[in-house]
C-alpha cells in the first residue's frame, strides 16, 4: 500500500479532478515514512497539497530512470540547498593593498573564468591526473639475479621427503625473490586534454569566489625577504595561514623568500597555479597581474 501511493502520489496531484479528501485519506504510516515523524498531521498535509510547488525531479536533474521516494528526494534538495552557498551578485572585488591591509580600488574579474559551472566530476578528474603525473614510479624490488644467494641446488632431488628445489632464492620461500615485482620504471602519467584541464582551473577558481575564499592583492612586490615582515603584512589580511599566492608572468624573489617558511603558504607564478592547490589551500590570493595572466590564458572568447 505504502509502495502504491509513493509511485501514484505525483500522478493523484497532478490530475486535475483530484479530490482534496484523499489527503484526508492518507494513512498515518504512509506521511510518517515520507515526512519528519515529529511534524504535526495537518502541517504534513500542507506539504503534500504543495507538492506541486516543488518539482524535484527538474530541481535536482535526476535521469528520468531513477526511482526515488518524496522523503529521498526532499532529502537531497534539502541538502543541496544547505550546502550549496548563494552565487555572488557581482564579479568586482575590492583590491587589497599588500602593505596597508586596506581596500585600493575594486577589480573586475572574468565571468567566463569565475562565474563557471561548479563541476566536480571535473576538478576530480584533472586532480587525479594532476596526483598520477608526480607519482615517481620508482618502486622496484629485487629479481632472481639480484637477491642473495647462489644458484647452487641446496639438496638431492629425490630420497628426503620434501619437495624438490633447485637453488634457495624461489618466490614462495623466506628471503626469497619477489614474484611479478615492481621493475622501478613504471610511467603512471597519462594524457589529458587541455581543454579539460583549464576548465578545472575555471571551476576551482569560480568555487573559491562562490565560498567567498578569494582575495585580490594589487602587487607582491617587497622590498625586504624578511620573514617576520611578510607574516606581519599577511596576518593584517587573514592570509597568514593555507593561502596559496598567484603572481603573474614571474613572481617577486624577496615575496618567495619570505613566505617559503611560512608553514602552509605556498607562491606560484600565474603558469603554476593548479587545481590541487588552489583545493589544498583554504585561501586564494591574486595579484592584479595574477589576474591578468590567468584572463588571458583562461579566457573563453564568445562565438
Not at 108 to 123: K, T, V
Amino acid at each position: 500500500m505504502l509502495k502504491l501511493f509513493s509511485t501514484r502520489l505525483p500522478t493523484l496531484f497532478n490530475h486535475p479532478k483530484h479530490p482534496t479528501s484523499i489527503l484526508k485519506s492518507l494513512p498515518d504510516r504512509f506521511l510518517n515514512s515520507c515526512l519528519p515523524s515529529g511534524m504535526p498531521r495537518s502541517q504534513k498535509m500542507l506539504s503534500f497539497s504543495t507538492y506541486k510547488e516543488i518539482n524535484y525531479g527538474e530541481a535536482l536533474d535526476l535521469p528520468p530512470n531513477l526511482k526515488l521516494s518524496i522523503k529521498c528526494k526532499s532529502m537531497i534538495y534539502k541538502a543541496q540547498q544547505e550546502s550549496t552557498p548563494p552565487p555572488p551578485t557581482t564579479l568586482d572585488l575590492p583590491m587589497h593593498s599588500m602593505n596597508t591591509g586596506k581596500s585600493n580600488g575594486e577589480v573586475s574579474l572574468e565571468p567566463s573564468i569565475f562565474n563557471h559551472e561548479i563541476r566536480r566530476d571535473i576538478a576530480h578528474t584533472v586532480i587525479k591526473w594532476q596526483l598520477a603525473c608526480r607519482r615517481q614510479g620508482s618502486a622496484k624490488t629485487k629479481g632472481i639475479s639480484e637477491v642473495r644467494g647462489s644458484g647452487r641446488k641446496v639438496r638431492k632431488q629425490k630420497g628426503g621427503g620434501v619437495a624438490r628445489a633447485g637453488h634457495g632464492r624461489p618466490a614462495h620461500w623466506r628471503g626469497g625473490v619477489k614474484a611479478h615485482g615492481p621493475k622501478g620504471n613504471r610511467d603512471w602519467s597519462y594524457k589529458l586534454h587541455k581543454k579539460v584541464r583549464k576548465m578545472g582551473l575555471r571551476v576551482v577558481l569560480s568555487a573559491k569566489l562562490k565560498e567567498n575564499k578569494l582575495t585580490v592583492i594589487d602587487t607582491f612586490e617587497t622590498e625586504s625577504h624578511r620573514t617576520a615582515l611578510i607574516a606581519e603584512q599577511l596576518k593584517n589580511l587573514n592570509l597568514d595561514k593555507s593561502t596559496l599566492f598567484v603572481d603573474g608572468k614571474e613572481i617577486n624573489d624577496n615575496f618567495a623568500l619570505a613566505t617559503r617558511n611560512i608553514p602552509g603558504v605556498k607562491a606560484v607564478w600565474g603558469g603554476g597555479a593548479n587545481c590541487y592547490d588552489i583545493v589544498k589551500h583554504e585561501n586564494l590570493a591574486i595579484s592584479k597581474s595574477g589576474l591578468e595572466f590567468l584572463s588571458a590564458k583562461l579566457k573563453i572568447e564568445q562565438s
